[in-house]
């Protein structure tokens, strides 16, 4: 119930390494998504959805966007934002166009493109989750210039294949 330690233990998850009981977690809270009918469960479940950024999840994200409910369906479009480093606001059609694209790349590869995205806050929230995962390792910073920008983009983009992470 206490939102810090949720934020904490999300954090904390984020950087398990990869392990069946991980994929067993995501895939208990994914299909919560699908079972909760009580709005601050759902609410809760999403937040939980995005502290693990849990990609399979995606698709159940974009069908909660015609959610009755405004709440439920902005927070949709929140946590596919932070999944992603997209934004499609509501629009069902562009989330699934894109999603049909993008599905099969892996997550990283998400979030060095959100480094160029037109928004200074995707660029950011992806600068902080590669902060997160790898250091700062190219001197890169949301608000610089376009051009220095995408050349520190694409140093971390090399950084991670120098490492054995395909972009």
């Known amino acids: 119930e206490d939102e810090e330690v949720r934020e904490a233990a999300g954090t904390a998850l984020r950087n398990f390494?990869?392990?069946a009981a991980l994929s067993m977690l995501r895939g208990k809270v994914r299909d919560r998504l699908d079972d909760i009918d009580d709005?601050?469960?759902?609410?809760?479940?999403m937040e939980a959805v995005g502290a693990l950024r849990d990609n399979l999840?995606?698709?159940?994200?974009?069908g909660l966007l015609q959610h009755?409910?405004?709440?439920?369906?902005?927070?949709?479009?929140?946590?596919?934002?932070?999944?992603?480093?997209?934004?499609?606001?509501?629009?069902?059609?562009?989330?699934?166009?894109?999603?049909?694209?993008?599905?099969?790349?892996s997550r990283l590869?998400?979030?060095?493109?959100?480094?160029?995205?037109?928004?200074?806050?995707i660029r950011s929230s992806a600068q902080d989750e590669l902060t997160?995962?790898?250091?700062?390792?190219?001197?890169?910073?949301?608000?610089?210039?376009?051009?220095?920008?995408?050349?520190?983009?694409q140093r971390w983009s090399d950084w991670w294949e120098q490492r054995g992470f395909p972009t």
């Open 17 to 19: 390494p990869p392990s």
């Open 39 to 45: 709005e601050q469960e759902l609410t809760t479940a």
């Open 57 to 62: 999840s995606i698709p159940q994200l974009i």
């Open 68 to 105: 009755s409910d405004a709440k439920i369906s902005a927070q949709a479009g929140q946590v596919l934002q932070l999944l992603t480093k997209q934004a499609f606001g509501r629009s069902r059609f562009r989330w699934n166009g894109w999603w049909r694209r993008h599905q099969f790349e």
């Open 109 to 121: 590869s998400w979030l060095l493109s959100g480094l160029c995205h037109g928004s200074a806050l």
């Open 132 to 153: 997160e995962m790898s250091g700062d390792v190219t001197g890169y910073r949301f608000d610089m210039p376009v051009r220095p920008r995408e050349q520190a983009a």
